[in-house]
């Protein structure tokens, strides 16, 4: 009996050791992102499922200031681009970012915007030049409210995406400066009533319930009847439906992506899956889709320098 069973465990240890053995001769081809933090759940959700389906790949984000080197793609806004180096660095847009001015529930001020909602010169003076409400009213009985302007510093902030928008440089918005992910301007103006600032669907919603985040509530914009009613409702998948099918000016709409290097065929083929597969998890994480045409040029790009690395 102790003879059989001394004979499974050595049968056991041998697949064990002959597995190891197949593995060691076959290590994963890992594939290396740099990211931020606002557009992370989306990359992992897309390096989850591409990993599922090509399991002999790994997908591993990189830490800190990585060096050029030792990064396989890394993440860009139509913005903050990096220049290609010697031609050999490639941008491939993988979805959009959209950015709505919000406040605090609570803001004083809310039913006074809903009345007078801001066209395009009442959201440049409100950010830019001067406050609103400091214009003249006939009501005797008007309030003086303050506003703080919230807005980022750092090179993922959205500041400089939303004052390009409008004609301005980041250094040209008003109020304080938050140093860090912009996921702390949403945490500012949840405990200033007073605040007001911008931002991106996945920082402003919340995933899950897909609503607004608690105490948030959506600056109204002076928009058509129909666009209007449908950001009134305050649902992300509403949102993306109406900016995937218009393009509406008060509404800073951009580029996400990566660059890579024109020889790396891993990158291409996660770009390619991500270009053709990955699309459908892009609202689920708060973006919209590649606009149509840019998705054609650039699958072709890349399936024209997968053809012609494998010859």
């Known amino acids: 009996m102790k003879k059989v069973r001394f004979i499974r465990l050595s049968l056991v240890a041998a697949v064990l050791f002959s597995t190891n053995v197949i593995a060691q001769q076959n290590p994963k081809e890992v594939v290396y992102i740099k990211s931020a933090r606002f557009a992370t759940p989306l990359i992992e959700k897309w390096a989850s499922e591409y990993q599922r389906v090509n399991p002999q790949i790994e997908i591993k984000f990189t830490e800190g200031q990585s060096s050029g080197k030792d990064v396989d793609l890394s993440f860009v806004t139509s913005i903050n681009e990096e ?27 809310l039913g006074e915007l809903n009345q007078k909602r801001l066209n395009g010169k009442r ?22 409210y303050d ?10 902030s959205f500041a400089s995406a939303f004052a390009a928008h409008f004609g301005y440089a980041a250094a040209d918005i008003r109020g304080r400066k938050i140093s860090g992910d912009d996921i702390f301007l949403i945490n500012a103006i949840q ?3 007073s605040g007001v600032t911008f931002n991106n ?11 607004l985040k608690n105490g948030l509530a959506l600056i109204p914009l002076d928009l058509k009847k129909e666009q209007r009613e449908i950001l009134q409702e305050a649902d992300i998948d509403k949102t993306i439906a109406l900016l995937e099918k218009e393009r509406i000016s008060l509404i800073p709409v951009g580029n996400i992506g990566f660059t ?28 919209l889709k590649t606009e149509e045409t840019i998705l054609s040029a650039q699958l072709k790009e890349i399936e024209d320098l997968l053809l012609t690395s494998t010859r």
Request: negative net charge.
């Open 260 to 287: 890579y290097q024109e020889n790396n065929i891993q990158a291409k083929r996660f770009l390619k899956w991500i270009l053709s597969e990955g699309q459908k998890y892009n609202q689920e994480y708060g973006f």
């Open 123 to 144: 959201l440049e003076n409100l950010f830019f030049e001067n406050d609103v409400f400091d214009e003249k009213s006939d009501s005797p009985n008007k309030q003086k």
């Open 191 to 193: 405990k200033d009533n």
């Open 83 to 109: 220049e290609p180096e010697n031609g050999t660095h490639i941008i491939s847009y993988t979805g959009r970012y959209a950015l709505l001015p919000v406040t605090n529930a609570g803001n004083p001020l």
């Open 147 to 156: 506003i703080t302007i919230y807005s980022g510093t750092n090179n993922n």
């Open 201 to 211: 669907l996945g920082y402003i919603f919340d995933i899950e319930t897909r609503g």
